[in-house]
């Protein structure tokens, strides 16, 4: 299963994918520039720190541009479907095209996409069976990366050794304050948005129904869990390896999804 670029022309997503862009590069600059690096130059703290900070950012970035450009399950113009397959397909009623069930028709994309959740505008592109799991990892390093980020200025002020050997005459120490203020302020909106996401994501994953579904008129039926909640993360990140969930430049493989025990839309 080849790596497929999947790109969605829309200017309003991409002024949306600009923002999250901008707040991970001014965090990412910032934070080693004004706190990590100076405090190791001084040894008051380990160089893992430094290290954990860029890989989880670079774990980050990983998910959101992947997440951006992955196929998120489109189907092609003229589907196989296989024989014993047929009764679990059906025809849009928006592009006259057949679909398995589960699938959804994106007005955006002006597609359908298997296993749809739902269009995000933050990352230019739908949430489908493809890239659903790309979405949960951007979700989670999010959160990671602004927690770490909130909590290196707390100990800016209120734990590090006061810096000694830095240069107070250049532009960023001496409006060292201003620059975490607005890097704080923007931790705390990327948490608080990502949290409530997060949290409504874990929950359908464990119900095994999809934004979509859940949002539909037959929620009795689809809310009810059908499978174990390894068997559902399995599905959504393609592997039963649990430790292989955390990578997102890895390749997914798709398991084998039954679409006639769930319901559809």
């Not at 949430?127 to 707390?154: A, K, P, R």
Request: with cysteine.
């Amino acid at each position: 299963m080849g790596l497929q670029v999947h790109l969605v022309y829309d200017p309003q997503g991409w002024c949306f994918v600009s923002v999250i862009t901008f707040i991970w590069l001014y965090n990412t600059y910032y934070i080693p520039k004004l706190v990590l690096i100076p405090h190791y130059e001084e040894e008051h703290i380990p160089a893992a720190l430094i290290v954990v900070y860029y890989l989880v950012s670079f774990l980050c970035v990983t998910s959101l541009v992947r997440a951006s450009i992955a196929d998120p399950g489109r189907l092609p113009q003229d589907p196989e479907i296989p024989y014993s397959e047929r009764q679990n397909w059906e025809i849009c009623n928006k592009c006259n095209k057949m679909r398995p069930k589960r699938s959804h028709h994106c007005s955006r994309c002006g597609h359908c996409v298997r296993k749809m959740d739902h269009h995000c505008p933050w990352i230019n592109n739908c949430v489908g069976e493809d890239n659903h799991w790309l979405f949960l990892l951007l979700c989670f390093y999010t959160q990671f990366l602004s927690i770490l980020t909130l909590m290196f200025n707390f100990c800016q002020y209120y734990y590090l050794q006061p810096l000694t050997k830095t240069k107070k005459e250049l532009f960023m120490f001496q409006h060292e304050l201003a620059l975490l203020r607005i890097s704080t302020l923007m931790a705390l909106v990327m948490i608080g948005g990502m949290s409530g996401l997060f949290y409504s994501q874990l929950t359908n994953i464990l119900a095994d129904v999809t934004t979509i579904e859940k949002m539909s008129n037959c929620l009795e039926e689809t809310l009810k869990p059908r499978k174990p909640w390894q068997q559902t993360f399995s599905e959504v990140f393609g592997t039963r390896w649990k430790i292989l969930w955390f990578i997102p430049f890895r390749q997914r493989e798709p398991l084998r999804i039954s679409y006639h025990h769930a319901n559809h839309v």
